[in-house]
């Protein structure tokens, strides 16, 4: 079974400018999450999917970041425009709706450096 | 809001010693599951241990453990004979079992050294 799968691993960019990161979840799974973790912290929800639909959103910066989840499947997140603060690991991660399970499975993350 | 505390930043063990880690969340949620997840340098967050709230006896999986006490609402975790590959960051995290799909919640992180 392939595992999420995540792209760029890193990126470096200057502040203002915009980047987009790309997550592909594990085949079924129906939850997606986004999350940012900041060095030495614990990771942050940003965004979570249920199939295509936002389940929660309440601590994703509107002004700046935006994410899609297509049919259900791949999922982008963007920043636009990139402040410094925006610098840490980019993590997504799938569910499946499993009542016996419940653990979420990770990609490697995308490493933002925004300079 | 569901909250999970780690209240220890850092801790330490000697190779083959057992050393264990401590988690406290707050939920009103009576269905839920609770997990440990190791974070090396590399970044990738690897499930460890998972224990669902319904079930009275401790999970285990190999030399790891963990005492979950639902009415303290405490859940730690007990590595024994440590090896060197152990040293990480582990985070502990909460999920709630919600119909409409569950937020996972999670620590701030213990970063465990093991020392030769």
């Known amino acids: 079974e392939a595992g999420v799968a995540q792209s760029p691993r890193y990126k470096i960019i200057e502040k203002r400018q915009s980047v987009a990161f790309w997550c592909n979840p594990i085949?079924?799974?129906?939850?997606l999450y986004w999350y940012q973790q900041i060095l030495g912290q614990g990771p942050k929800l940003l965004i979570q999917f249920q199939n295509n639909g936002v389940v929660d959103d309440s601590q994703l910066p509107k002004d700046r970041f935006s994410a899609e989840r297509l049919k259900g499947v791949d999922s982008t997140l963007k920043i636009q425009p990139a402040k410094l603060e925006d610098s840490a690991v980019y993590l997504c991660?799938?569910?499946?709706?499993?009542?016996?399970?419940?653990?979420?499975?990770f990609g490697q993350g995308t490493r933002l450096t925004v300079v | 809001a569901q909250t999970v505390t780690q209240s220890q930043p850092e801790m330490s063990v000697q190779e083959a010693e057992t050393v264990t880690l401590s988690c406290t969340y707050d939920t009103s949620e009576s269905d839920y599951y609770l997990f440990w997840y190791k974070q090396p340098p590399s970044r990738q967050m690897i499930l460890v241990i998972r224990q669902e709230a319904y079930k009275q006896q401790n999970a285990t999986e190999n030399r790891f453990s963990v005492n979950f006490q639902k009415a303290a609402k405490s859940f730690s975790l007990k590595i024994s004979d440590s090896q060197l590959g152990d040293a990480a960051m582990y985070f502990c995290a909460y999920r709630a079992w919600e119909t409409s799909g569950s937020r996972l919640t999670f620590g701030e992180g213990t970063q465990l050294t093991v020392n030769p």
């Open positions: 991660a799938s569910s499946a709706w499993d009542r016996t399970r419940g653990e979420a499975f």
């Open positions: 085949s079924g799974h129906a939850t």
